[in-house]
């Protein structure tokens, strides 16, 4: 493994920045990210400006002699026919106004309009037409329905509202700089110039990531000299390291910049609630010729995003008991910068004292709750005090060490001697890598990987209501159904420190959450559904209107107006799932001190099924109802509340027993009750769970169309009308691993073919099963196919999400496009990772014995060299070439027993 060069990505030719999203918005396209697991720095270099935009050649009559029919439905996503800071407006035509003379209008309103460059028309009937004037940019194009014209006339120049000056640059966050309604915001850009300019007219250009120690290094050599910057995050404090060297001695200049504006503002946070509204960055001097950028939550910033919550849901006489829940007021963060031979020009600029050829500047990072403003500066004073003492040689080595410890914790290194697949299976090789990484530089807080965008958003000013930095779609709050895929891959991989992040997330919602289900229900317990605030509530948009006001009318309190979300807790809420997750935890470590400590979890998870579903079926199984199976099939309206299940009314509106959380409890009380040991269980609690283990109902199967396979839930097909494109009926393979490889093999030896049904033939059943077809995103068919041992569509599915390119205007290979969320999604490669670890080991599931498969759903055309991790403490380690297996070690060799080695299955056409 360490004889491939996958571990370093480098780039020959620079970007041209700025680049521009799939939404035509101005970004950063050319960062590589480094971090630490809260602080992260994209770094990138600017040497030129983009080529002003110019309309394309017309071959077309004009319409009004400036207008371009372009076509319908023409793509258009780069520079080339783009503008950027563009917002468009929608006009309607005048009533009874042929196509043609919509199109006269249109243009008209174009021609007037400052800017604009592009109009759109959309003939729906003769009483209904409507267009869109597009002042600064050219739309993507993406509707068929649409006719779209474009000026032809030289575009204006597009308004520079941040400027990149040529330098290198980083861009700063921490996934704890959040503002008071919880979004994330950056901290500041810091950019790097030299006198004389070593950026200009150059000869020979290298950017280069390192994953083996987590560090960017810009080379670039001109007429004059050479210079090299190199960044890392280091990995044991929070600090961003920045090293120059040149070749010739040159004046250093530091600017640090705000990404927001300098008055109050508003902004694009997405968690619902009035406003966004805050305050600008605070710039200034501070001690010892040092600058800091910081950023205040203060009480009058709307949304007050834990208060204001509470009260919409009906829970205001909680706000004061829980203010030890409220991780938002008074937060402040930014970063404090400075260096040797570096003095202070103003607030923004530090300049060398003197020429040199070597420069290190020291960026601590920091984000905390305050009581003050000047509490937070003598802290980050003391803090970057401490780094500015330390030795940098002896930080850079410790940093190496901390990323060499990780990455001796396990690989997957494909190869193959197939020539037409030795590039695909290197991209495959390093694809994984890369994912991983980027995995750990976000994932060692509580505060949960963004699934939409990450912390690698890259988008350029101003902050607006629809763009900006802060700006990403489904905002500020945690979604379950795509936070939780990041996780999955890392016990595998034996980055059991980066995965009990996510169980820290939750604990911290604990309180709340207790306090919230006794006020709702009057029992004990814990309960979630997808879409949740960071500290566990419902996501105020999804709620709906105030509790004292709900809509439809009669709607309870602890119901949210979302009918997509809102009895689904137990298959997407989110309990079940982390419940398993720190039950996996113990599985493959046996640390008794991480399962006392995230207990309290997986004990309030199924203390809530036991007390809330009270309904029976006539053989005294529990009935879930209301309910429903995940987004995909819900209840209609009404009922509102839980009745009794038999009621003309409820049948027929209600689902019931749907297939992921009768799955989920299947296996949690199975695996609590054989898992966790009677130190943490007293005797009365153990007899609960058996009890009510004995009552749980079979997973759903159904025989349909001539063929048994899963069911989405038991009363189907009643009301089984779809709403999203699921497949609920295999949360049994993943993420509760009910139908697995490992069940089928090992322990019952259970009959997984109504999964393998459901996966083999999809539409061919029923549609749902079909979704399981789907490859990007969040879609979790290629997991499903890898602990099925499909392995010929876990291959191909795993090696289509490698080749996936990156999001519009971003360049590195790891930010993957916006599929379902947001660019950089999280969700398509941390599947693809998941899927190629169970490929290779996935835990067995046979009870106590902790056992594992290896080679599950492997490609015998795939050569592999590789070390996972299993259950037990378990590492295993080896070579499978050309279908045979060499060099096996399994540590500690007690355990090799525990390791069942299926064959290798060849996919060759």
């Not at 009318?553 to 807790?569: A, F, M, V, W």
């Not at 203390?607 to 005294?620: I, L, T, V, W």
């Not at 199976?629 to 009314?649: H, I």
């Not at 360049?811 to 941390?830: L, M, N, V």
């Amino acid at each position: 493994a360490s004889a491939s060069d996958y571990n370093n990505i480098e780039w020959t030719t620079p970007t041209t920045e700025p680049s521009h999203n799939q939404k035509g918005q101005p970004i950063i396209g050319g960062a590589m990210p480094v971090g630490n697991g809260e602080t992260v720095a994209q770094v990138f270099p600017v040497l030129s400006s983009p080529p002003s935009p110019s309309p394309p050649t017309c071959h077309q009559p004009l319409v009004d002699g400036l207008f371009c029919p372009y076509g319908t439905g023409i793509p258009c996503h780069d520079t080339a026919c783009q503008l950027p800071n563009g917002n468009n407006s929608e006009f309607g035509c005048s009533q009874g106004a042929s196509h043609v003379q919509c199109v006269q209008e249109a243009a008209a309103t174009c021609a007037k309009t400052t800017g604009c460059v592009s109009f759109a028309v959309l003939f729906h009937s003769a009483t209904y037409q409507i267009y869109h004037a597009y002042p600064s940019i050219l739309p993507p194009l993406p509707d068929t329905d649409w006719d779209y014209y474009v000026n032809t006339k030289p575009w204006p120049e597009p308004a520079q509202t941040f400027s990149l000056p040529q330098g290198v640059s980083f861009l700063a966050g921490m996934s704890t700089a959040m503002a008071s309604d919880t979004s994330l915001m950056k901290l500041g850009m810091v950019t790097l110039t030299t006198s004389p300019n070593l950026l200009m007219n150059i000869t020979k250009f290298s950017q280069r990531l390192a994953l083996n120690n987590a560090s960017v290094t810009v080379d670039i050599v001109n007429a004059i000299g050479s210079l090299s910057v190199s960044v890392f995050v280091d990995a044991n404090s929070n600090r961003i390291m920045t090293q120059v060297s040149t070749t010739v001695p040159i004046n250093l200049a530091v600017t640090v910049r705000s990404m927001h504006p300098s008055t109050n503002f508003t902004y694009n946070g997405g968690f619902g609630g009035p406003g966004p509204f805050c305050g600008p960055d605070t710039l200034e001097q501070g001690p010892n010729d040092s600058l800091v950028i910081s950023h205040r939550n203060e009480d009058w910033n709307l949304p007050a995003a834990f208060n204001y919550t509470l009260e919409q849901q009906g829970l205001g006489d909680l706000v004061e008991k829980l203010q030890d829940s409220n991780h938002w007021r008074h937060r402040q963060f930014g970063m404090m910068i400075s260096g040797a031979n570096l003095k202070a020009q103003n607030s923004s600029t530090l300049v060398s004292s003197s020429a040199s050829t070597e420069f290190n500047i020291t960026t601590t990072t920091m984000a905390i709750q305050s009581e003050s403003h000047e509490a937070w500066i003598n802290m980050m004073t003391d803090k970057h005090k401490v780094h500015m003492e330390e030795n940098n040689g002896e930080v850079s080595e410790q940093h190496s060490l901390w990323w060499e410890n990780f990455w001796n914790r396990s690989h997957i290194v494909i190869s193959s001697s197939n020539t037409s697949l030795t590039q695909d299976v290197f991209t495959l090789t390093q694809q994984y890598a890369v994912t991983r990484y980027l995995q750990a530089i976000q994932a060692r807080t509580w505060v949960p990987v963004k699934f939409n965008g990450q912390m690698f958003t890259a988008n350029l000013p101003p902050e607006t209501s629809s763009s900006g930095p802060t700006s990403r779609d489904w905002g500020a709050n945690s979604w379950w159904q795509n936070t939780r895929l990041t996780y999955w891959n890392m016990a595998p991989a034996g980055d059991f420190d980066t995965f009990s992040t996510i169980f820290e997330f939750y604990l911290q919602t604990l309180p709340f959450n207790q306090a919230r289900t006794q006020a709702y229900f009057k029992h004990e317990g814990i309960f979630y559904t997808e879409t949740k605030t960071l500290f566990g509530a419902f996501a105020v948009n999804d709620y709906g209107p105030n509790a004292s006001t709900r809509s439809p009318p009669g709607l309870p309190p602890y119901l949210e107006s979302n009918g997509y979300i809102h009895y689904d807790y137990g298959g997407n809420g989110g309990g079940t799932e982390v419940s398993l997750m720190i039950l996996d935890h113990f599985l493959y470590t046996n640390n008794l001190t991480a399962l006392t400590r995230y207990f309290p979890i997986v004990k309030s998870t199924l203390d809530f099924f036991m007390a809330h579903y009270q309904n029976r079926s006539e053989d005294g199984l529990l009935q879930l109802w209301p309910t429903q199976s995940l987004e995909t099939y819900w209840c209609a309206w009404p009922p509102y509340f839980n009745g009794k299940v038999g009621d003309p009314s409820a049948d027929s509106n209600c689902i019931v027993n749907d297939h992921p959380t009768v799955a989920a409890l299947n296996v949690l009380f199975e695996k609590a009750l054989v898992l966790i040991p009677q130190s943490l269980v007293d005797p009365e609690t153990r007899g609960k769970w058996q009890a009510f283990q004995k009552i749980i109902p079979p997973v759903p199967t159904i025989q349909e169309n001539g063929v048994k396979s899963v069911s989405p839930y038991e009363s189907y097909p009643v009301n089984n009308k779809l709403h999203n494109g699921e497949t609920p009926e295999l949360y049994s393979t993943h993420p509760y691993r009910y139908y697995t490889v490992g069940r089928a093999t090992l322990g019952e030896k259970r009959d997984i073919t109504p999964s393998v049904n459901c996966m083999k033939l999809g539409p061919l059943i029923r549609r749902t099963c079909g979704n399981a077809k789907a490859n990007s995103g969040w879609n979790q068919g290629v997991m499903n196919a890898a602990l099925l041992g499909l392995t010929e569509q876990a291959a191909m599915q795993v090696m289509g999400r490698a080749l996936t390119s990156p999001a519009v205007g971003y360049r590195f290979q790891g930010f993957a496009p916006h599929e379902q969320d947001y660019e950089p999604s999280a969700d398509h490669f941390a599947n693809m990772n998941s899927a190629l670890n169970w490929m290779l080991l996935q835990p067995a599931d046979d009870g106590n014995t902790g056992s594992s498969i290896l080679f599950g759903a492997w490609p015998c055309e795939w050569d592999v060299d590789f070390k996972l991790h299993g259950p037990s403490n378990t590492i295993v380690e080896g070579v499978l070439r050309d279908g045979v297996v060499t060099n096996l070690v399994v540590t500690p060799a007690s355990n090799r027993a525990l390791v069942h080695i299926r064959n290798c299955t060849s996919v060759a056409k």
